[in-house]
């Protein structure tokens, strides 16, 4: 199956080591998912941004049904980075969430659980489906000798992932990251050139939910 982005960033919060997605990454998925539907409208050269502003490019919506809710937001009217990234990252999760579930990768099962966060429980059914993205992820970080030279198509999964949040660590823990330090800096550099502004917003939205708790006022 192609995923897109937001369906892969979705898989990447899966830890193998406790089979099963923390609680933890709960908290700032949302902002991630909304962060990829917009570089995937990039990508598809139905977006485009001065910086501050983005606004939409074409009148033909987006097929998958995330994107198109995120490209008819734009297409109402252009929104600031940080808008479009934080005000309704709390929605974000149930469209991914379904579409994965159609697809067989998860299983949502309802009923009472030990949680706080919510009565559902996400079951990952198709391990190979997130085995795969992160190993993609992995190899690009820890392999690539200049990632200035890299596409935004395969710039972006790194940087959405793991920007702004070590509980990120399920694909690459503390010692890893320090150890890549400087090429995860050129990933980032190299994602701002090309979309300046979109990692900034994430960084501000994931920063401002962790002083109320993750969540939304």
């Not at 977006?47 to 939409?56: C, K, L, N, Q, S």
């Not at 489906?129 to 030279?149: F, I, M």
């Not at 694909?171 to 330090?181: A, I, P, Y």
Request: positive net charge; hydrophobic residues 40%.
């Amino acid at each position: 199956m192609d995923l897109t982005l937001p369906q892969q960033i979705y898989l990447c919060a899966y830890a193998f080591k406790k089979n099963k997605f923390p609680a933890t990454l709960l908290q700032f998925r949302g902002q991630r998912l909304r962060a990829a539907a917009l570089v995937e409208l990039f990508l598809a050269g139905q977006a485009e941004t001065d910086g501050h502003r983005v606004r939409v490019l074409g009148d033909h919506s987006p097929a998958d049904p995330f994107l198109a809710s995120v490209w008819e937001e734009l297409h109402a009217r252009p929104r600031k980075w940080m808008a479009l990234v934080h005000n309704t990252a709390h929605k974000a999760e149930k469209p991914v969430e379904n579409q994965l579930t159609a697809a067989g990768i998860i299983e949502k099962k309802t009923g009472p659980t030990l949680s706080l966060l919510g009565g559902s429980k996400v079951v990952l059914r198709r391990e190979e489906e997130a085995r795969a993205v992160q190993q993609a992820l992995r190899t690009r970080v820890t392999t690539t000798p200049d990632p200035s030279t890299l596409p935004l198509a395969q710039v972006a999964l790194p940087v959405i992932a793991l920007e702004s949040d070590a509980t990120m660590g399920v694909v690459l823990n503390r010692s890893e990251r320090r150890k890549h330090k400087d090429t995860l800096e050129e990933f980032a550099r190299n994602f701002d050139r090309k979309i300046p502004g979109l990692r900034k917003a994430l960084s501000n939205s994931v920063l401002s939910s962790r002083s109320v708790g993750g969540g939304w006022s």
